[in-house]
C-alpha cells in the first residue's frame, strides 16, 4: 500500500523516487497528479501501468519555470503572452516539440506537439528541485473520476504506486484547460479550470472550438472522468433508486433519491467546480446505479463542468466525434 505523506514533508521522499524511475502521486492546483520524470521512458511507463491508460493518450509534461519549457517546445508569440498571464496556474498550452527535447516520446504519444503546464505549489518546487519536467496526469484509473483528494489517489491506485503527497483537497478541482495556436487562430482542446472568456480576454481573439477525432491532446476521449454508475444529465425528475447530483437553490423532488449532494448551493460555480469530483466519487459509492445531473449552466466556468459531465456519461472508450 503507498505511504502517505503530509507535503511539508515529503519533498525528498518524492525526489528519491522520481530519480529512481518511479511514479508518485502529488497535490497540484487543479488534480492530484500521478507523476514520473517526463525524460525517463520506464517511469514514463509505470505511469501507463498504474492508470491502464490506452498508449495513444498523450500526457502533459509539466516544467518549473519558462526556461524549462523553451528548451521543451517552441513558443509563439501568442502562446507566450498567454504562459506569462497564467502560469504557474490551470493552462496547458500544446506547442511544436523541439527536437532535441529531452522528452521521452511516451509523454507526446509520437506527436510532433507537447502539452505543457507550470504548476502551482508543492509540484512546481517538486520540478525544480529534480531539475527535469514530470509527466503527471491525474492520478486515478483511465477513465474514471479525478482524484481532488490524497484518500482519493490511494483508494483507486494505492496498491500500485509507492507514495501519495497529501496536500490537502484541490483548490480549483478540474484539470486544466488545454489550447493551441494552430494557424494564427487560438484553439480550444479542452476547457478546464481558468473559463475561456478569461483566455479570450489575455489573448485578444476568440476561441474557437471543436476539432478533428485525433487524439492531439490528454483529456480529449470522450468517455473520461466517469464513474462506475451510470450518469443521466439534465435531469428534472429522480428516479427510483437514483442518486441526485444537484446544483444552486433550485429544488428537484429527491424522494426517490439513494443519495443527494448539490454541487454549489449558492448557484457559485467556481465552488461547483472544486466539488465536482468529490461529489460524483460519493454518489458513486451510495449504491445507486445511476446518478442523475441536475441541468447547470454553460457560462464561465460552467462549461469545462458540462464537458467533464458529458464525458461522465459517454461511452467507454471512444473518441470525440
Known amino acids: 500500500m503507498a505511504e502517505i505523506l503530509k507535503a511539508d514533508k515529503a519533498l525528498e521522499r518524492a525526489l528519491a523516487l522520481l530519480e529512481a524511475g518511479e511514479v508518485v502521486a502529488i497535490p497540484t492546483e487543479t488534480v492530484y497528479g500521478l507523476a514520473g520524470d517526463a525524460t525517463n521512458g520506464a517511469a514514463v511507463g509505470r505511469i501507463f501501468e498504474a492508470k491502464g491508460r490506452p ?32 502560469w504557474p496556474g490551470p493552462l496547458t498550452l500544446v506547442l511544436p516539440l523541439r527536437p532535441d527535447a529531452s522528452i521521452h516520446r511516451l509523454v507526446t504519444a509520437g506527436l510532433d506537439t507537447v502539452a505543457l503546464r507550470m504548476p502551482k ?10 531539475g527535469r519536467p514530470l509527466a503527471a496526469p491525474s492520478a486515478n484509473s483511465s477513465g474514471k473520476i479525478s482524484a481532488t483528494t490524497a484518500e482519493a489517489v490511494a483508494a483507486d491506485l494505492g496498491q500500485k504506486i509507492p507514495l501519495v503527497v497529501d496536500g490537502g483537497q484541490t483548490p480549483v478541482g478540474l484539470e486544466s484547460v488545454i489550447v493551441k495556436v494552430e494557424d494564427s487562430r487560438l484553439k480550444l482542446l479542452r476547457p478546464g479550470g481558468i473559463a475561456a472568456d478569461e483566455i479570450e480576454a489575455a489573448a485578444g481573439v476568440p476561441l474557437v472550438r471543436g476539432h478533428n477525432a485525433a487524439i492531439v491532446a490528454p483529456g480529449m476521449l470522450a468517455s473520461h472522468y466517469a464513474p462506475g454508475a451510470a450518469v443521466r444529465l439534465n435531469a428534472s425528475d429522480v428516479r427510483e433508486g437514483e442518486a441526485l447530483l444537484s446544483f444552486g437553490p433550485a429544488r428537484i423532488d429527491a424522494a426517490n433519491a439513494v443519495a443527494l449532494l448539490n454541487l454549489s448551493e449558492a448557484g457559485d460555480l467556481r465552488e461547483a467546480a472544486a466539488n465536482l469530483f468529490s461529489h460524483l466519487q460519493a454518489l458513486d459509492c451510495s449504491g445507486a446505479k445511476t446518478i442523475a445531473v441536475a441541468p447547470i449552466p454553460h457560462r464561465g466556468l460552467g462549461e469545462a463542468i458540462n464537458d467533464r459531465l458529458a464525458r461522465a456519461a459517454a461511452p467507454r472508450d471512444m473518441p470525440l466525434p
Open 55 to 86: 498508449r495513444f493518450n498523450p500526457l502533459i509534461a509539466h516544467v518549473a519555470d519558462l526556461a524549462m519549457a523553451e528548451r521543451i517546445a517552441a513558443f509563439d508569440p501568442l502562446s507566450r503572452k498567454l504562459a506569462e498571464k497564467f
Open 121 to 130: 505549489g508543492f509540484g512546481g518546487e517538486l520540478i525544480a528541485r529534480l
